[in-house]
Each structure stands twice: as C-alpha cells, then as structure tokens.
C-alpha cells in the first residue's frame, strides 16, 4: 500500500507536465492547488493517463469497433461505456460498429469498416471487471473475435484481471493461446495488481496502466456525453427520449445552494454542477446483490438499528433499465428509435447517458452513500459526494483501484473521532475506505455527527 502511494505521487509529478494537459480539461478543469485539492488532482491525473495512454495504443486509427455494450442492469458498467465513449471523442476517433454480447457478427463488422484501410481500425473491449472465470461469456466473445480477426488491431479498455494465475483454469489457458497467436493485441488493467497478473499471463504483449475508464465522464462540461448532472448550470438538460417512466427532461430538485456564492458551494473549487439536490436520506446504503457480492450488506440489521434514529434507504442499481428497449438492428448505420431515426452510436451513448444519470441522482439522493461497488465509489468521487467504501470480499475490486488511483481521495478510519467533534476539513478527501460494517457505521455517524455541527463533507448535503 505504501510502495503504491509512492508511486502514485511520482506519476501524479510526472503527469502534470503533459503538452495536451489545457487543452484536454476543457470547460472541466480549473487551476487547482494541489495541497488543497488532492482528490481533484488524482482524477485530473487519471483523465490525463487515459488519453496519453491511448492516444499511442491507436495512434494512426481512424475509426473503431467496440464490442460488448452492456445492455444490462448494472449502472457501474454504463458508466464505463461512456467514459470510454468521451474519450474516444476527445481522442477524435470515428466510432463505425457497436455490438453487444450476442450481437458481434465479423462479417456486419467488416461492412462498417468497408472502405477503410485495415491499419487505420481496431477493435476495441469494452471494459470493465468481467476480464477471468466470473462472467465467463465476456470472455469467450473476446476470444472468438480475437481469433476471427488476425488482420485488424484488436484493443482493451481498461480491465480487472480476476483469473488465478496459480490455478488456470481452461478459459485463461485458451485466452493466453488466442491472445499469443495475434500480430496486434495489447491488453489494459485499470489497477496495478491486475497490470502484474497480465504481465505474467500475456509476456509477449504490450500491457498497459490506465484507471477505469469512468474516470474520464465529465472531462469536459460541454460534452453531449457528459450526464447532465455534472454539466455547468444552465446548460442543456435534455437527453433523447427513450421508454420507460422516466422523462426526456431531467429537472433538478429545488437546491439549498441556489442563492449561495460558488465559494459556499464549492469550497474546493470543484466546477459547479447543473444538480444540487436536497438528499431524501442521512445515509444511502448501496450495495450489491449479485454473485461478486458476498458481503451480505442487503440485511436491513446490519444499518437501520445502528444508525436509527436516522433516515436509511438501503438498494442496489435497479431502475427501468429493462423499459429501454433496443431496436431490432443497432449495430451500424441509421436507425429507428423511439419513433426517430437516429445513427446508431448515438442511440446507444444516449441510453448510457441516461442510465448513468439515473445512477447519479440515486447516489445524490442520501447525504452520505456506503457500498460496496466500484462504480459507485467513482462516481461518488466524481461527483464530490462523501462516502464510505466497504470491501471484505475476496475480489478486492476497489481496494485495488483506490490503492492504485485515488488514495489523495482517502479520509483514514484512525481520524473519525476528529470529524465527529467537529474537526475542520482541509482538503477535498472525502472517501472513507473500511473493511466491515461496523467500521462503515462508525465513519458514517462520525461524518453525519460533523455536518450537524457545520462541516460540510458533500456538496449535496444540506
């Protein structure tokens, strides 16, 4: 853990210099002091590791394939399709095929490509932690598509690595044999633990170090992909109108912050943001109820009696996810979507965009959030909303990534005695990270116990 902060603040020195650094922030950035604002330093420097990285993975591409859209309930995975789509725009690269699980056909591929020169495509893996035994189907559609096509550069966005190396199973020996046989693969893990694994399983391949791609959603407040939650206030809050109960228009509730000075909303100098909501709950309990969960954090026990008397929602990402419904042919092209013709790529980064919103206004709805998914440990981050990350499970999703990229984000455990008696707050930190729910409790009192007192620790909080 130690070796890991020290790196992280030599890359963090080391990215400051970077020639694009201005131009790559946009209407996002704003200078910062980095004594201050740590947390905002760290997800400045991931976006800038992003596009470093992959302007040289696809230096000389012009238009790309992406494969394995995911058109499923999981939020945190719509998050990292549109940070992967934001920077593919701010990379300049013409999107000319999307296909999902079981919709990646070589030859509709290849006719979106027509008339391209191969070595101006690739393809490229959508990303996520799906990369190992757990989702076996990502996998083996990375493999067909990887064998099915030696002729074009084959990319990964940025994965977990969650084989075991010490025991391969026969999905990781043939993914090493498919993957050592292309001329032109490189593979990407979004944490250092999971870079030292690819490294051993893949030795003839180029692998990389980037942070999750969701990292990079909200680079520039003026993107048509950025969520309209994070955009600057009194821009355009419309997104395509799709199915389902949610409306077209997403209007922001009444916000205590509305007559306030930026300075009062924004201590740190964050950007300011089209969504200050009133939170409906002290505490917003997200956690996960899928097979990656293990941890038991949907028993009610474990939050309402120790936190009463205050308010408690405990959930997970479901929404009206399943009320969007894709359209027969979405691959490529021109289609039909909601009654509109709409160009394909556009279809589906609105229903990211969507679903990605609905996520934020969840998360904006509790004045502290506790879980124990990644993504909402990034988007909390992202939206500088104070929470507490709980792992104890054996994947180790966020410990691995928080150690990697966002440890200047961390608030330690040992300081929330401070906090409960009022202890001013000096930088932007705003994630506790614990390893049971006792200690989650404890941080969570400490922080709610502050902000009664006067110390805000979310933007959002009243």
Same mark, same amino acid.
């Given at each position: %853990?130690?070796?890991?902060?020290?790196?992280? /603040?030599?890359?963090?020195?080391?990215?400051?210099?970077?020639?694009? #650094?201005?131009?790559?922030?946009?209407?996002?950035?704003?200078?910062?002091?980095?004594?201050?604002?740590?947390?905002?330093?760290?997800? @400045?420097?991931?976006?800038?590791? +992003?596009?470093?990285?992959?302007?040289?993975?696809?230096?000389?591409?012009?238009?790309?394939?992406?494969?394995?859209?995911?058109?499923?309930?999981?939020?945190?995975?719509?998050?990292?399709?549109?940070? @992967?789509?934001?920077?593919?725009?701010?990379?300049?690269?013409?999107?000319?095929?999307?296909?999902?699980?079981?919709?990646?056909?070589?030859?509709?591929?290849?006719?979106?490509?027509?008339?391209?020169?191969?070595?101006?495509?690739?393809?490229?893996?959508?990303?996520?932690?799906?990369?190992?035994?757990?989702?076996?189907?990502?996998?083996? +559609?990375?493999?067909?598509?990887?064998?099915?096509?030696?002729?074009?550069?084959? $990319?990964?966005?940025?994965?977990?690595? *969650?084989?075991?190396?010490?025991?391969?199973?026969?999905?990781?020996?043939?993914?090493?044999? &498919?993957?050592?046989?292309?001329?032109?693969?490189? &593979?990407?893990? $979004?944490?250092? *633990?999971?870079?030292?694994?690819?490294?051993?399983?893949?030795?003839?391949?180029?692998?990389? +170090? !980037?942070?999750?791609?969701?990292?990079?959603?909200?680079?520039?407040?003026?993107?048509?992909?950025?969520?309209?939650? %994070?955009?600057?206030?009194?821009?355009?809050?419309?997104?395509?109108?799709?199915?389902?109960?949610?409306?077209? !228009?997403?209007?922001?509730? =009444?916000?205590?912050?509305?007559?306030?000075?930026?300075?009062?909303?924004?201590?740190?100098?964050?950007?300011?943001?089209?969504?200050?909501?009133?939170?409906?709950?002290? /505490?917003?309990?997200?956690?996960?109820?899928?097979?990656?969960?293990?941890?038991?954090?949907?028993?009610?026990?474990?939050?309402?009696?120790?936190?009463?008397?205050?308010?408690?929602?405990?959930?997970?990402?479901?929404?009206?996810?399943?009320?969007?419904?894709? =359209?027969?042919?979405?691959?490529?092209?021109?289609? @039909?979507?909601?009654?509109?013709?709409?160009?394909? *790529?556009?279809?589906?980064?609105? #229903?990211?965009?969507?679903?990605?919103?609905?996520?934020?206004?969840?998360?904006?709805?509790?004045?502290? /959030?506790?879980?124990?998914?990644?993504?909402?440990?990034?988007?909390?981050?992202?939206?500088?909303?104070?929470?507490?990350? &709980?792992?104890?499970?054996?994947?180790?999703?966020?410990?691995?990534?928080?150690?990697?990229?966002?440890?200047?984000? +961390?608030?330690?455990?040992?300081?929330?005695?401070?906090?409960?008696?009022?202890?001013?707050?000096? !930088?932007?930190?705003?994630?506790?990270?614990?390893?049971?729910?006792? @200690?989650? /409790?404890?941080?969570?009192?400490?922080?709610?116990? #502050?902000?009664?007192?006067? &110390?805000?620790?979310?933007?959002?909080?009243?």
């Amino acid at each position: %853990m130690i070796a890991a902060a020290c790196a992280i /603040v030599v890359f963090f020195t080391y990215l400051s210099t970077t020639d694009h #650094a201005d131009r790559l922030r946009g209407t996002f950035y704003k200078t910062s002091t980095a004594a201050r604002r740590p947390c905002f330093g760290a997800i @400045e420097a991931g976006r800038d590791r +992003l596009y470093e990285v992959y302007s040289e993975s696809l230096a000389g591409v012009t238009h790309v394939a992406v494969c394995d859209w995911p058109f499923h309930h999981n939020s945190g995975d719509s998050a990292i399709w549109l940070g @992967e789509m934001a920077l593919l725009e701010s990379l300049g690269k013409k999107i000319a095929y999307i296909c999902g699980i079981d919709d990646c056909v070589k030859e509709d591929m290849d006719k979106a490509l027509e008339g391209v020169p191969n070595v101006q495509t690739a393809i490229v893996m959508h990303g996520g932690g799906n990369f190992g035994d757990l989702w076996t189907t990502h996998q083996r +559609l990375r493999n067909r598509l990887v064998e099915e096509m030696p002729d074009r550069k084959i $990319r990964h966005f940025p994965q977990t690595f *969650e084989f075991e190396l010490a025991k391969p199973s026969e999905l990781l020996k043939t993914t090493m044999k &498919v993957y050592a046989k292309h001329p032109d693969i490189e &593979v990407v893990a $979004r944490d250092t *633990e999971s870079h030292a694994a690819m490294t051993e399983a893949f030795p003839t391949l180029p692998v990389r +170090l !980037t942070p999750d791609a969701a990292f990079y959603i909200g680079y520039n407040q003026g993107s048509p992909l950025t969520p309209p939650i %994070m955009r600057a206030p009194g821009s355009d809050m419309s997104i395509l109108g799709l199915t389902g109960k949610h409306t077209a !228009t997403f209007d922001s509730a =009444p916000s205590p912050y509305d007559d306030a000075s930026a300075a009062v909303r924004s201590p740190f100098g964050w950007p300011l943001v089209s969504f200050e909501a009133q939170p409906e709950h002290d /505490v917003l309990v997200l956690a996960r109820y899928d097979k990656e969960g293990g941890q038991d954090r949907q028993d009610a026990s474990h939050w309402i009696p120790p936190l009463d008397p205050r308010t408690v929602r405990i959930t997970d990402w479901q929404d009206s996810w399943r009320g969007i419904k894709s =359209p027969p042919k979405a691959n490529y092209g021109m289609i @039909e979507a909601d009654g509109k013709q709409v160009s394909f *790529e556009v279809f589906w980064n609105q #229903a990211a965009l969507l679903r990605v919103q609905w996520a934020m206004a969840k998360l904006s709805s509790g004045r502290f /959030v506790i879980s124990d998914r990644l993504h909402t440990e990034i988007l909390t981050t992202l939206l500088g909303q104070g929470h507490i990350a &709980v792992e104890d499970g054996h994947l180790r999703k966020m410990e691995k990534v928080i150690d990697t990229w966002l440890a200047p984000c +961390l608030v330690p455990y040992s300081s929330i005695d401070a906090i409960a008696a009022g202890a001013p707050r000096d !930088t932007d930190a705003n994630t506790i990270f614990v390893h049971s729910n006792t @200690e989650a /409790v404890n941080a969570a009192k400490a922080w709610l116990k #502050a902000e009664d007192g006067g &110390v805000r620790w979310s933007r959002i909080s009243e």
